[in-house]
């Protein structure tokens, strides 16, 4: 039996539909080498039945034979392997390749009635935290001492552009909003984005903003002021006596016109062929917040009510769970991992509560907002019990895609998804388990926050191909195609940075060593990988112009205007362009081609094309025989290749190399990559 034959996928023409509903019929093909299989069977499993299924023989050609079954599905998920008969043995065939035995958890799955968003499905994602992407409007900056945050430190406006965050950097303002994004979005055009994923808007304390003080508007901070304060000129001590703060932030001139400016930012996004996700941050609050009202924001302002922290007899009191009954000034509610500036919120005693913010899904994905989906911060956390939680995010979904049935749900999630991804929660997450983290181990040894670095995994081959199968395994195929494929991000250090592979943060080793040993061609690399492996690649604002920095804060560099690495923002370009002019790379099947140590090649492939990607992240050129055949290239051909980077940049261009008896040998350069496609059609 020739193994390496041996293929099924979810994608590329192996299964459709891609998203069945009940009542539709499935097809399914398989391959084996030619003449090798006496019997192709489907072993196909249902809620209250098992089924084997003798597939029949469709096609052959030189090399392969096809086989192909089909059955109905009804409104239950279903789970299906392969069994291949040879010379008297038998073989498993499930997500994982050949196995020696059936697991249910490496079938392959169906959800019938599961469908995500198709404009999702392999969309390119460039991600903006807005206070440091670009200052379009300097009038609504805040201003130094404007008011008391966190350690009772007040806020500082950062002056210089260029300045690196401090190690406490929660209080600075670097005055980035949405005019410096309207500003851009030619650029961003330009660059390829479909998408932009913002971090949150809503009025907040903190430059960051998962902190919200108001669901309900987009902060004046970063939108419109047009009714202002003056600051006072004694130091306020008390943020109850910050007259300039509470007059932008709760001034409805301010809110209604942040609004306005919004919803044209959306239609300008529009304009351009792109889409919007906002960030929820639904589990907790901030101490700001005018529920709470800790900080006295609200209190004496016309046209809000009391809130919890003040008054027991405030209507949001249930909003909170209070451990001691100590009005006024009560302190004992819960905060998120014991934050006391990140109040938690209390669902399951409050339907009011759970209405709200299933009101606020709603609104913001309908007009005249007309967002295209959300991110959920810290999802599975939201709610006091497992239950629950499944119980919100499942009402959740209907009241957004009863809204916009075209909206995105893409949830911030470490660990195994698979309970929350059955098509009635979240259509997928951030995806770190089966990207990032495997990717950046392989490329760099280094964990994701720079914190450790582990040499056996450095260039570990198997355990990048193993961990990334097994993970990939907990989605269904509509997930994994819009899971959000990311190598840096406000949480975790810069890609680049980890480059150098040296454990640090800003606040040990400052913040000018996450620039020093870097090694951009490892960075092109993850690129690489990044827009040809299924999902959707996500570009992290500055990522592309090479900026540098530890993990949070550091990550949260303003970006490099006037300094950028044009090289690197020319390289983002073209993969970008390659990922979203080839469809074989948003949809196509996935196949695992060459693996040795800091060298893997792997093939994308449908009915139309394939294409090769090959990486050598050693620093040595290593001679290599890629058994193209595998994907459908048999015999002697002719292969375009796309793309070439290395220690001296990158080559574009469609240049022709010869694939021999379905083999293509290739020299590897040191730390480089290639991206060949093959259309099958010519």
Request: hydrophobic share 35%; charged share 25%.
């Amino acid at each position: 039996m020739n193994i390496r034959a041996l293929f099924a996928a979810e994608t590329g023409g192996y299964r459709t539909p891609l998203e069945p509903v009940a009542g539709d019929t499935v097809k399914v093909k398989f391959r084996t080498a030619k003449d090798d299989a006496d019997a192709v069977w489907l072993h196909l499993y249902r809620r209250d039945s098992v089924n084997f299924i003798n597939m029949t023989k469709i096609m052959s050609d030189d090399v392969f034979d096809y086989y192909q079954t089909e059955f109905s599905v009804a409104n239950t998920r279903v789970h299906y392997h392969f069994v291949i008969k040879s010379n008297g043995e038998d073989f498993i065939y499930n997500i994982l390749g050949i196995t020696h035995n059936a697991i249910p958890e490496f079938d392959f799955k169906i959800m019938p009635g599961f469908k995500t968003p198709d404009w999702a499905k392999g969309a390119v994602i460039y991600q903006i935290f807005v206070d440091r992407f670009a200052n379009g409007d300097e009038s609504n900056d805040v201003v130094d001492n404007e008011y008391i945050y966190v350690d009772n430190k007040f806020v500082k406006k950062i002056e210089d552009w260029y300045e690196y965050p401090s190690s406490f950097d929660v209080c600075s303002f670097y005055g980035g909003d949405l005019k410096g994004v309207m500003d851009k979005l030619d650029y961003l055009k330009k660059l390829g984005v479909e998408v932009i994923y913002f971090n949150p808007l809503f009025v907040s304390p903190s430059n960051h903003k998962y902190d919200t003080q108001d669901y309900d508007y987009i902060d004046p901070h970063i939108g419109v002021i047009v009714k202002d304060a003056l600051n006072p000129e004694k130091l306020q001590e008390t943020n109850s006596e910050s007259t300039r703060y509470i007059e932008r932030v709760c001034a409805k001139e301010n809110l209604e016109a942040s609004n306005r400016l919004f919803i044209e930012l959306v239609e300008e996004i529009h304009k351009r062929g792109m889409r919007v996700i906002l960030d929820g941050v639904f589990n907790h609050c901030g101490s700001f917040n005018k529920w709470m009202d800790r900080e006295g924001i609200y209190e004496g302002y016309e046209g809000y009510e009391s809130g919890a922290y003040e008054s027991r007899d405030s209507r949001y009191r249930d909003y909170f769970d209070f451990r001691e009954d100590n009005w006024p000034c009560n302190k004992s509610y819960d905060g998120w991992w014991g934050h006391d500036t990140l109040p938690k919120l209390n669902y399951e005693n409050s339907e009011e509560l759970c209405e709200y913010i299933l009101n606020v899904g709603r609104k913001w994905v309908s007009p005249p907002f007309n967002a295209d989906g959300w991110r959920l911060d810290v999802a599975a956390d939201l709610g006091h019990s497992e239950m629950f939680n499944h119980e919100f995010w499942q009402r959740f979904r209907s009241a957004v895609k009863e809204a916009n049935p075209d909206a995105i749900i893409l949830a911030e999630h470490y660990g195994d998804p698979h309970a929350w991804l059955l098509g009635n929660e979240w259509d997928t997450i951030m995806n770190y388990d089966a990207f990032m983290e495997p990717v950046t181990w392989f490329l760099t040894g280094m964990e994701k926050h720079s914190d450790k670095y582990i040499e056996n995994l450095m260039g570990n081959a198997d355990f990048f191909f193993e961990s990334m199968y097994r993970n990939m395994s907990k989605f269904y195929i509509q997930s994994l195609l819009t899971s959000m494929n990311e190598l840096s991000n406000h949480d975790h250090s810069r890609f680049l940075t980890r480059t150098n592979r040296t454990v640090g943060r800003t606040a040990s080793l400052g913040p000018k060593a996450a620039e020093e040993g870097v090694d951009k061609a490892v960075l092109m690399e993850a690129v690489a990988i990044m827009v040809t492996w299924p999902g959707a690649p996500t570009i992290y604002y500055g990522d592309e112009a090479g900026l540098c920095g530890w993990t949070d804060p550091d990550n949260r560099r303003t970006y490099p205007w006037g300094r950028e690495d044009y090289e690197l923002v020319e390289l983002h370009r073209y993969m970008v362009k390659l990922h979203k002019y080839n469809k074989v790379f948003r949809t196509g099947a996935l196949k695992e081609l060459y693996r040795d140590y800091n060298i893997i090649s792997y093939g994308r492939l449908d009915e139309h094309a394939a294409a090769v990607v090959v990486i050598n992240n050693n620093d040595e050129a290593k001679d290599v025989e890629l058994p193209v055949w595998e994907l459908g290239i048999t015999g002697d051909a002719e292969i375009k290749r796309f793309m070439k980077t290395g220690r001296d940049g990158y080559n574009t261009g469609r240049l022709k190399y010869h694939v021999s008896g379905g083999v293509l040998k290739l020299e590897l350069a040191p730390v480089s990559s290639m991206i060949f496609i093959y259309e099958t059609d010519e």
